[in-house]
């Protein structure tokens, strides 16, 4: 690819979303991951939330406080919720219109485990009433059929997200910014099913992107159940994916998704950072109590009832300042695409493998 036909492909692709984020920026942060609720009716092997599901949920952040601390933090590009399963939180819409009316959003991300399906559908639509961004539902599929229910934990789980797919398909007719995909724990029990379960969206779920939708296991998950892919199995997950992409116009799908699984096979083989994580720097997690992270993998820096609601100032904080350093000598690393899709953006090495069209 040249860079004449990089520009051709730039207003269809995640790259203008990305760089447009970053340029109309009036915060120190590019997105942040809200986990809103421990609330959980999914038992999934998967887990690395399981120690706190359903705990200290008197603790959780209510909506006025959520509303106080998103009021102090600027433009945002994408806030990705999370859990527990977001869905089983009542306010959840009106937290979206928090992040709307504070943070100038263009898109809100919102993974679920598609059980409580009437709960799914009336708050989807709720907040496609009232968001003026993309809204990026994500289906929570680890397999087909009884090997799903067995990885989720629920008997009869499969059936939900087939029930969940449909009613969303619908909305997508009325709401055309609705978008649904793909988010799949990739582990050692379904590792060589995954290939399966592709083709398997493909025919009987159209609507759903799996593009970037495969997720390493990572985290602090229970490891007397589960165990993380070796390299080497991977390399199948990313020949599936370049057979998909090879016909796609979308410079995301046809080169950045097939670049991200590579680097993540480089990352698993040598244990470390293969590019420089720069978008730590500008990606906060915050859990339902109040606690705030420099990414999923790293220690609590604070917590927002401790400083006055001010993320702003417990990302300035001396402790943060030296996890970031910790980061930036490379003394950590992951696979999350959250974190490395940015990370490939902000690579000149990268930019140039964009160009060229292979990594």
């Known amino acids: 690819m040249n860079f004449n036909s990089l520009l051709k492909s730039y207003d269809k692709t995640h790259?203008?979303?990305?760089?447009?984020?970053?340029?109309?920026?009036?915060?120190p942060f590019y997105s942040l991951i809200f986990q809103v609720t421990n609330v959980c009716n999914s038992r999934c092997i998967t887990c690395f939330n399981w120690k706190i599901l359903n705990k200290n949920i008197d603790k959780e952040l209510t909506l006025e406080e959520i509303d106080k601390f998103t009021e102090k933090i600027g433009n945002l590009n994408t806030v990705t919720i999370g859990g527990g399963?977001?869905?089983l939180r009542n306010d959840l819409p009106e937290i979206i219109d928090c992040f709307d009316k504070n943070n100038n959003l263009l898109a809100v991300a919102i993974p679920t485990n598609c059980l409580s399906v009437n709960k799914i559908l009336s708050k989807t639509e709720k907040i496609l009433n009232n968001f003026r961004g993309e809204v990026k539902i994500g289906l929570s599929i680890d397999d087909i059929g009884e090997d799903h229910d067995k990885i989720r934990g629920i008997e009869g789980n499969f059936e939900k997200v087939l029930e969940t797919y449909r009613g969303l398909a619908e909305l997508k007719k009325k709401y055309p910014k609705l978008r649904l995909r793909l988010c799949a724990t990739v582990f050692n029990l379904n590792i060589n099913k995954i290939v399966d379960l592709l083709k398997y969206i493909r025919e009987n779920m159209p609507m759903i992107d799996f593009f970037g939708g495969l997720e390493l296991l990572r985290g602090n998950y229970n490891q007397s159940q589960v165990k993380e892919v070796k390299p080497d199995e991977l390399i199948q997950i990313i020949e599936a994916i370049e057979r998909e992409v090879k016909d796609e116009k979308s410079l995301y799908k046809r080169v950045i998704s097939p670049m991200y699984y590579k680097l993540a096979l480089d990352i698993l083989k040598k244990k470390k950072q293969i590019i420089p994580c720069r978008i730590s720097a500008f990606y906060p997690v915050i859990d339902a109590l109040g606690n705030?992270?420099?990414?999923?993998?790293?220690?609590?820096?604070?917590?927002l009832r401790e400083f006055d609601y001010d993320l702003i100032k417990i990302w300035q904080s001396k402790?943060?300042?030296e996890i970031r350093r910790s980061i930036r000598k490379k003394e950590c690393y992951c696979t999350h695409s959250a974190y490395q899709i940015p990370n490939i953006y902000l690579s000149p090495k990268m930019i140039l493998k964009i160009i060229r069209g292979k990594y």
Do not use: Q, T
Request: proline share 6%.
């Open 292 to 303: 705030i992270y420099p990414c999923e993998n790293r220690d609590k820096i604070g917590n």
């Open 15 to 27: 790259f203008k979303f990305f760089l447009r984020s970053l340029l109309r920026r009036s915060s």
């Open 319 to 321: 402790k943060a300042k």
């Open 85 to 87: 399963e977001p869905f």
